[in-house]
């Protein structure tokens, strides 16, 4: 009894359509990440297609988003709306970079010990209002508290 093969459930596939659904109507709302991963999902379930698999019931709603998007365009709208996702400028990466390097150079001369890269963080996420993990993730994406010290040095 012990060795029985576990029956694996198959996915919910009304949940994953609700979310496929959902990131669509992100995109088309202007969001940049929904729009990366509608992109992305879309384009596998179209080589999917191309390889002769049958498409699952997720990718079918990328599918048909795809197919109606076409059609509008071929209308002469802009179906896929990505005129409005809005892009922010690698500028703003690099300021973001470059603020929490000297919040933190500032937090290391206050004498501030309790993880100093944090508070530089939160300081700039407040002042700028760009969440947190946005700005953990730019400060990460250009090299950390390394690539900062490194930096000053030249």
């Known amino acids: 009894m012990a060795d029985e093969p576990r ?23 202007g969001d940049p990440t ?10 596998r379930a179209v080589r999917e297609a191309i390889a002769g698999k049958l ?5 079918r709603v990328y599918l048909e988003f795809i197919a109606r998007s076409l059609e509008e365009m071929r209308q002469g709208t802009d179906a896929l709306a990505l ?16 603020a929490v390097g ?8 206050q004498g501030h010990t309790d993880s100093p890269v944090k508070a530089a963080i939160s300081a700039i996420s407040r002042r700028t209002q760009v969440p947190v993990p946005t700005v953990e993730k730019i400060w990460k994406r250009f090299g950390g508290e390394d690539a900062w010290k490194l930096a000053k040095e030249i």
Request: aromatic share 4%; no cysteine.
């Open 83 to 98: 005129h409005r996702v809005r892009r922010v400028p690698a500028e703003r990466d690099i300021a973001l970079y470059l």
């Open 7 to 29: 029956s694996l459930s198959p996915p919910p596939w009304s949940l994953l359509m609700e979310a496929a659904k959902a990131r669509i109507e992100a995109m088309q709302k």
């Open 102 to 109: 000297q919040k933190l150079d500032e937090l290391g001369t």
């Open 34 to 43: 929904a729009a990366d991963d509608v992109l992305n999902m879309a384009a």
């Open 55 to 59: 498409p699952d019931p997720e990718q």
